[in-house]
């Protein structure tokens, strides 16, 4: 599967670049593997920093968004 | 109900009487300012750059203002996020709500607020005497959200 991925601020700086496409192996299906497997690439500045980038991230919990614009909100509790 | 993101700064109280205005249901507004300090994590702060991510910021805020809504009795809101470069004492972001009573109008706001800090893609990079830096998300934001779980 092929996926843009984009970096924004520490990360995009730390990797010099804003954003690249990827070939992803089949079985990653969560942004939590595509990171896993991004920081297993040995990707020079990726490493799970506590920033907003990566606490968004880590909302995606389930399946990755259909499509770059899509989000994934986890569900509320009154 | 509104979000805008925006570099230019806003009037408080302009912004304020547009948000109650011919409305007469509405019996409390209330509000927040979000300002930029010059000392944070023990460093002086003499400028913050915030970036965001365009489309998706917008998109978060609004599910953000739904959530409230689908969780008080709330008529308008409204919330205006500046991006760019920011001196210490420049307001950052604005929220306000109008409701028929205080108690739901005071607890949006709120609730709008602690998720904005924890859900929507801002980052911010602060320049200190020692360099620039980005700001890393902080546990007691996480805390704050997580009280209305």
């Not at chain 1, 920093?49 to 569900?75: E, F, H, K, Q, V």
Request: glycine residues 8%; hydrophobic residues 45%; proline residues 5%.
């Amino acid at each position: 599967m092929s996926v843009k991925v984009l970096y924004f601020a520490g990360l995009r700086e730390a990797l010099g670049m804003a954003g690249e496409t990827l070939e992803l192996p089949p079985d990653i299906a969560t942004v939590g593997a595509l990171r896993d497997w991004l920081v297993a690439a040995g990707r020079k500045g990726w490493r799970p920093r506590r920033t907003c980038a990566a606490r968004s991230i880590s909302l995606w919990s389930g399946r990755m968004p259909a499509s770059p614009t899509a989000t994934r909100w986890p569900s509320s509790r009154r | 109900m509104s979000v805008r993101i925006q570099e230019a700064d806003f009037d408080l109280n302009a912004e304020l009487a547009a948000l109650r205005a011919g409305d007469a249901r509405i019996g409390a507004l209330a509000s927040f300012v979000g300002l930029v300090r010059d000392i944070n994590d023990g460093a002086g702060v003499s400028e913050m750059t915030l970036e965001h991510y365009p489309g998706m910021t917008e998109k978060a805020l609004a599910a953000i203002v739904d959530e409230a809504k689908t969780r008080w009795e709330i008529y308008g809101a409204l919330v205006i996020h500046r991006i760019g470069p920011l001196k210490p004492c420049d307001q950052i972001v604005l929220v306000a709500v109008t409701s028929a009573h205080r108690g739901e109008a005071f607890a949006a706001c709120e609730f709008i607020m602690d998720y904005l800090k924890t859900r929507a893609p801002f980052w911010k990079r602060e320049t200190t005497p020692d360099g620039a830096r980005w700001v890393d998300a902080r546990d007691s934001d996480d805390s704050a959200a997580e009280r209305w779980q």
